[in-house]
């Protein structure tokens, strides 16, 4: 979309340490003085860019703080460390993603949070839209792909397995692409698939066994 | 320390990367973008049943 757009795009992948420090900006040592160095986040506000917070859920609750204000009206960033607010550039956009769960364990947006974005669910592609990706994106047999495409939809439905993650797109596509490169069918869906799924010898087996019959 | 960006025309993407929409996510997004609306990209559920 960015492309699209002729937007630059900033992508921040979120994780437990990501801080408003890491976004916002940092003073620095250079030579003998210190100087401002502003982050991804202050830079995108100022130039207008497009900033995608992968897994916003995983930050650190000063993330969640720091962007509040440039999520309504405001549009403002406050630089708490220049005490200082910016306006936000008119082009810049604030876009975010995360894997919503109702386990314990998997990490929430606070309500609060989430009623300042508008929202869209993102559920795998249909089989035939999935299979076209994996085509497109590795140049495999559409035959090849579509048999991919049903070991990683039946792998997602074997949810008494207890897999934390299941099979994405992104795996099925490294499948696609050891197999077109000359890797053997079975092995490719082995090392691309279900290793990264797992580390459970008895799951292992029964994955390994289930793709082995499919393809 | 957190991560360090390197912004330099080297690493920006001229072509168009490859994406095939799954619904009306494109439509969508090109309005929240033209209102400058904070958007929010849920992701598959992720369903455990933890064995028992």
Redesign the interface.
Same mark, same amino acid.
Do not use: C, D
């Given at each position: 979309m960015a492309h699209q757009l002729g937007q630059t795009l900033i992508t921040i992948s979120c994780h437990e340490e990501t801080s408003s420090t890491d976004l916002i900006g940092r003073f620095i040592i250079k030579g003998a003085e210190t100087v401002w160095l502003d982050g991804p986040l202050t830079r995108a506000v100022k130039e207008g860019s497009i900033i995608y917070l992968d897994e916003i859920a995983e930050a650190r609750p000063d993330i969640i703080v720091a962007i509040h204000s440039l999520t309504d009206h405001r549009r403002e960033l406050f630089i708490d460390k220049l005490g200082e607010t910016i306006k936000a550039h008119p082009d810049f956009m604030l876009v975010a993603s995360f894997n919503p769960g109702y386990q314990r364990g998997f990490k929430e947006l606070k309500p609060s949070t989430r009623q300042r974005f508008i929202a869209m669910s993102f559920n795998y592609p249909d089989e035939n839209i999935e299979t076209t990706i994996l085509v497109s994106e590795s140049g495999i047999e559409i035959s090849d792909a579509r048999r991919l495409v049903q070991i990683g939809n039946k792998i997602r439905n074997l949810t008494e397995l207890g897999l934390s993650e299941t099979v994405s797109t992104r795996l099925l596509v490294d499948a696609a692409k050891l197999i077109q490169s000359g890797l053997p069918k079975r092995l490719s869906v082995k090392v691309a698939v279900i290793e990264p799924l797992t580390d459970d010898p008895d799951v292992l087996q029964a994955l390994g066994d289930l793709s082995d019959l499919m393809i | 320390m @957190? &991560?360090?960006?390197l912004?330099s025309a080297n690493y920006?993407?001229t072509t $168009? &990367?490859?994406y095939?929409a =799954? @619904?009306k996510? =494109?439509e969508?997004? @090109?309005h $929240?973008?033209q209102n *400058?609306? &904070?958007?929010?990209? *849920? @992701?598959?559920?992720?369903? =455990?049943?933890? =064995?028992s």
């Open positions: - | @957190g &991560p360090m960006f912004f920006m993407r $168009a &990367p490859y095939h =799954v @619904g996510e =494109v969508v997004f @090109g $929240a973008y *400058k609306i &904070p958007f929010l990209l *849920k @992701g598959p559920q992720v369903q =455990v049943n933890p =064995v």
